[in-house]
């Protein structure tokens, strides 16, 4: 029977940096993953990073997280193909303006440097971007994107190479728990015995949960993504540029462009013909671009588009990670450390209290 002090269910972006964050404490650590490390929602994703948030909370999460992506090639090690190119939000209704304007005041009291821009530089910036009925625009040059596989496998690496165990193609099917705590956890290698289960597992968490009474509210979501061959004109640099009110954006990928839409829909040539009427205001150079492929890939959406991160009442020693809606990713560095301190019963860099899974709903302003 296979022993650990800590079991992770998961291992995207989120469980590999707990990993990493718990190993490097000292911890003994068994991740389990039940495909390849990444292959959930990790690296279906556009590989966006920022801080722009609209709460204060996500803002504190963001920007940790930035931190530490700029700091990667350090620790735990590995190159994540980082581009600080900047996010660049396209706004067309003026309630949107008036909220950015709020937000950005907000994030510059929090040290992001984020600031509105009028159409001239969002042109400048963006020269790729249509602007027909845009209203203004805010920009932070601290944003950017970066490599989903490379930086799970960085955060894997180093986890190993602090002791952790980390298993692919092992499914964790059933968490144990006994006289108020965990005990252990099933798995498809196997039976382990862990004083502690972390739930890591995207949109496979709610039915982790509730095995052992615990509601983690997460369902799947479909998006779609594209990606053209070489294209003529494409900047060397151009921000993640995203038109606000119907959540498109794109950014340069190679010699060409990767794009994709807020929409839900299940077929990929429906898709591409339903966002054609935004491509043709918002970016009309992808409207004769060679589009060279694509794919679809599940966000794990909470009922307010919030993390879920925390530790259940009961059973003692079962924390979660999950619900980030599209933002895992993106937030996963500080999320590491947020869930070790939580493991290690230290105060986080951030009270998290307001992201437990059993709160009311608190749907933050504007989520993209």
Not at 11 to 26: D, P, T, Y
Not at 119 to 138: C, K, M, N
């Amino acid at each position: 029977m296979e022993r650990a002090e800590v079991l992770i269910a998961g291992g995207g972006a989120v469980g590999a940096s707990i990993a990493f964050h718990l190993a490097e404490a000292g911890v003994d650590v068994l991740l389990c993953e039940r495909g390849e490390l990444g292959s959930g929602s990790t690296s279906k994703g556009a590989g966006g990073v920022r801080a722009m948030f609209s709460d204060e909370l996500n803002v504190r999460i963001g920007l940790r997280s930035l931190e530490r992506l700029h700091t990667f090639a350090e620790r735990p090690g590995g190159q994540i193909d980082l581009h600080r190119v900047g996010y660049l939000f396209l706004l067309t209704r003026r309630r949107d303006v008036e909220e950015f304007e709020r937000a950005v005041r907000m994030q510059n009291a929090l040290g992001v440097p984020s600031r509105m821009v009028d159409l001239d530089e969002a042109a400048s910036l963006s020269p790729l971007a249509g602007l027909e009925g845009v209203r203004a625009a805010a920009f932070c040059p601290l944003a950017g994107h970066c490599s989903p596989d490379a930086l799970v496998q960085g955060y894997a690496a180093g986890a190993r190479g602090h002791g952790a165990r980390i298993a692919t193609g092992r499914e964790v099917t059933r968490i144990e728990a006994g006289g108020g705590r965990i005990t252990g956890a099933e798995t498809s290698g196997g039976r382990v015995t862990a004083d502690t289960v972390i739930c890591a597992a995207g949109v496979w968490s709610a039915a982790l949960g509730e095995q052992v009474g615990v509601r983690l509210p997460v369902r799947p979501e479909r998006r779609r993504i594209a990606y053209t061959g070489p294209m003529e004109g494409v900047p060397d640099r151009i921000p993640m540029t995203i038109d606000f009110e119907t959540g498109f954006y794109f950014h340069r990928e190679g010699p060409g462009l990767l794009f994709g839409t807020n929409d839900v829909c299940e077929l990929h040539d429906e898709w591409l013909e339903r966002a054609t009427p935004v491509i043709a205001r918002r970016a009309p150079a992808l409207l004769d671009a060679p589009i060279a492929g694509g794919w679809s890939g599940l966000y794990e959406m909470s009922p307010d588009h919030n993390a879920l991160i925390g530790e259940a009442r009961t059973p003692g020693r079962f924390l979660y990670a999950t619900g980030f809606s599209g933002h895992g990713f993106q937030q996963a560095p500080a999320a590491g450390e947020i869930v070790r301190d939580l493991y290690l019963k230290r105060e986080p860099f951030v009270d998290v209290a307001a992201l437990a899974a059993d709160r009311p709903e608190r749907r933050e302003l504007g989520v993209v």
